[in-house]
């Protein structure tokens, strides 16, 4: 049976992972000019968002002082050979408001990256559970630490998670005057292009979750290793983002990410709402400013920038 984290998919189309990006990233003029919250604000009216919108379809909601909200549907790509939600993969969409709560009390072209983070499950999330609802809620902010916390509803409005996280508020970019002049004068214009297919959480999904005759008659482990072989098919979340065991044996499990175009790109900055400076041999921004950041307005390799 093909593995597709190796030989692509079984129709020999290739991995979504490996498909050009889509997504934006925030302008480095608008993150030097704006506070968190204008930014956060302009991106919600905009409808731009990351790559990992694209492919999960979370998507930012509403935008207060101290307050943000995500939400994100419940597809059966998400799901993993046992039929359900993981923590981790709930994880992406408790992150990103979490982070978004901090950032709403920052001041212009100041960094933050998470430190410390906390889950706790307190419901099984499966696609019938719907449209999950992420609010975010600052607790602190400080100069050098912000703290937030999050709850996550499911479509009928049931508690699914509660989630914290502490952040580390970094020294704030010192940025030239002619610099932040420049990118007052010429904000950047970009518009939503016409995708040449449906985003990969709308497509018809592919892989499977195993039966409950699998689970009743193979112990866990054997389960593993013929998910590690490909005697078992690999389930949905594998399709979607690569992610499979790589070996298992008793007590030890490893698992491959095979962090695609999406994936990588939105980890290419410190923070997936917050921003930092790029190496010495990173490209520097418009404006010659060395800073990156989540998502935003400008296009991920792989989109069409329009004017």
């Not at 580390?168 to 939503?192: D, F, G, M, S």
Request: overall charge neutral; some cysteine; charged content about 20%.
């Amino acid at each position: 049976m093909a593995r597709p984290d190796e030989e692509g998919s079984p129709s020999g189309e290739t991995p979504i992972w490996e498909e050009p990006v889509r997504g934006f990233y925030t302008d480095p003029g608008q993150f030097v000019t704006l506070s968190g919250l204008d930014l956060l604000r302009s991106m919600l009216e905009s409808g731009l968002g990351p790559p990992v919108r694209y492919l999960f379809g979370l998507g930012l909601t509403s935008v207060e002082p101290g307050g943000v909200t995500f939400t994100m549907p419940v597809t059966d790509w998400l799901r993993i050979p046992q039929g359900v939600v993981s923590g981790a993969t709930l994880g992406i969409l408790a992150d990103a408001p979490l982070g978004c709560a901090v950032q709403t009390a920052l001041p212009p072209a100041t960094p933050f990256t998470t430190a410390e983070i906390s889950f706790k499950f307190l419901r099984t999330v499966v696609p019938q559970s719907g449209t999950l609802t992420a609010k975010g809620r600052l607790i602190h902010a400080g100069k050098t630490t912000g703290v937030s916390l999050v709850e996550v509803t499911d479509q009928v409005g049931r508690l699914a998670a509660v989630t914290s996280t502490r952040c580390a508020i970094l020294p704030r970019v010192e940025v030239p005057w002619e610099v932040i002049e420049q990118a007052l004068k010429n904000p950047p214009r970009i518009r939503e292009p016409d995708w040449p297919s449906p985003h990969p959480y709308e497509r018809p999904v592919a892989g499977e979750v195993l039966s409950q005759e699998i689970w009743d008659g193979t112990d866990g482990l054997a389960v593993m290793q013929s998910l590690v072989t490909g005697d078992l098919p690999a389930p949905p979340l594998t399709h979607l983002c690569g992610i499979a065991p790589l070996e298992a044996a008793s007590q030890r499990v490893a698992v491959r990410a095979r962090p695609g175009k999406a994936v990588r790109r939105r980890h290419s900055h410190a923070r997936r709402h917050g921003h930092r400076l790029h190496g010495a041999d990173d490209p520097p921004g418009r404006y010659g400013v060395r800073s990156g950041g989540p998502q935003g307005v400008l296009p991920a390799p792989g989109c069409t920038r329009r004017a």
